[in-house]
């Protein structure tokens, strides 16, 4: 069961947590009250269709490219700082990407339960989690970090954050 105050998981039963002490509800998917973490399909599916967002626009910009260089350039502009633009506001705004919004789960902080904003859902979640790609296999233990009991990538442990229905 996972801590309703810090989300670390602990053993069945445990009446305090292991890590900040606290008493903890015995549930097993309970993130804080009311939310319920969202499955590893449906965080996949999110993925997927963030990376149809990404390849599709820029199959658009390839066809325009050809046809026209005015119509190509505004293409490039949308998909090369548009989508980026409204996947930064949404992450900020409601801890949801286009992917993440289409599926119904959020990111939510571990410590409040409510979206923690640009600076854990932009910076510490997307941007460092990049800088990070660059280890050879980071970001294939990343993924599988999935399939902890708290469903946690490494991008989650940095940032402090639970993915959630």
Known sequence: MFCSNCGV????????????????????????????????????????????????????????????????????????VGIPIVQIALLSRDGQTIGKKIVDIRIVSVETGENAGFGTNVVMRAWVNALLGIIPLYAFVDILFIFRDDQRCIHDLIAGTHVVE
């Open 9 to 80: 998981p602990n053993d069945d039963g445990a009446l305090f947590c292991a890590n900040c002490g606290q008493p903890i509800a015995n549930t097993s998917t309970t993130v804080n009250p009311g939310y319920t973490l969202a499955t590893r399909p449906s965080r996949l599916g999110a993925k997927l269709i963030d990376i149809v967002v990404w390849v599709g626009a820029g199959i658009v910009v390839a066809i325009v490219f050809a046809a026209s260089t005015l119509l190509g350039f505004l293409s490039l502009l949308v998909a090369g």
